[in-house]
């Protein structure tokens, strides 16, 4: 079953508990130490477009790419009334094209961790130093093995607000590091008036099965260089230390490597 269909619809109001203004200024203070001050950037794994909207405050043109569609529209809708340009493009990130190259890639809330395959991880690695400009910026986070292991898998998280509800069961396998977890979603009909005897109202029940990976620093790494990039450093998050044996999540920094042949644009 497809992921972020009908939760695209809560998505936000689910993910009010995020400090997106804290999370962009730490990744905007990446790129500026990297030397990416203006110019062009990509997210990869855009969603409704909360990072986004950030970084183009920030002074930065965005482009954003999604593979889903409704999480896109509702991204769409928010650009229409901001009018402030961010392109948005339907395409999943192991197949992503761009009409040029741009100063940088960004991707945060965990959207690599969807790649569940090396290869594929290394072939996105391989297509963003396609898109990059010489010496360009690649810069992702992760969910870290740790965190599966022992915040996530085998745990059940529910949530209810007033429209809606949801219940997360995590099933985490350490042989594969593949995260499964099962999203059951309530939702209020907004069409049905609730009768007298029932306050409440008709709520529907979607169902959506996500998966992740857990990929260890050195498997990281080893993706990256085999994809032509240099990787350069990472970091425990929102901070500029080390990784630590408990880092729960990680940013990673690249640089895009000069290929033999590449055509900048």
Known sequence: MDAYTTFAEVYDQYMDNVPYDAWCSYLAELLRDYGVNEGLVCELGCGTGNMTERLAD????????????????????KAAEREDG???????????????????????????????????????????NNYLE??????????????YEKKLGQNIFA???????????????PETRINEYDLTLFIRDAAEEPDEDEEEGLFRRFMETHYQRA??????????????????????????????????????????????????L
């Open 58 to 77: 920030a002074g930065y043109d965005m482009i954003g790419i999604d593979n889903s569609a409704d999480m896109l529209a509702i991204a769409m809708e």
């Open 86 to 128: 961010i392109l948005y493009l339907c395409q999943d990130m192991r197949e992503f094209e761009l009409y040029g190259t741009v100063s940088a890639i960004v991707s945060v809330c965990d959207s690599m961790n969807y790649i569940t395959d090396p290869e594929d991880l290394t072939e996105v690695f391989r297509l963003c």
């Open 134 to 147: 010489a010496q360009g910026i690649l810069i992702f986070d992760l969910n870290t093995v740790y965190k």
């Open 159 to 173: 949530e209810n607000r007033e429209d809606s509800a949801f219940i997360w069961e995590n099933e985490y396998d």
């Open 215 to 264: 990929y260890s620093l050195e498997e990281i790494r080893s993706c990256l260089e085999e994809a032509g990039m240099e990787y350069i450093t990472a970091y425990d998050a929102f901070t500029k230390e080390a990784p630590r044996p408990d880092s729960e999540r990680i940013y990673v920094v690249a640089r895009e490597k000069r290929q033999e042949g590449k055509l900048y």
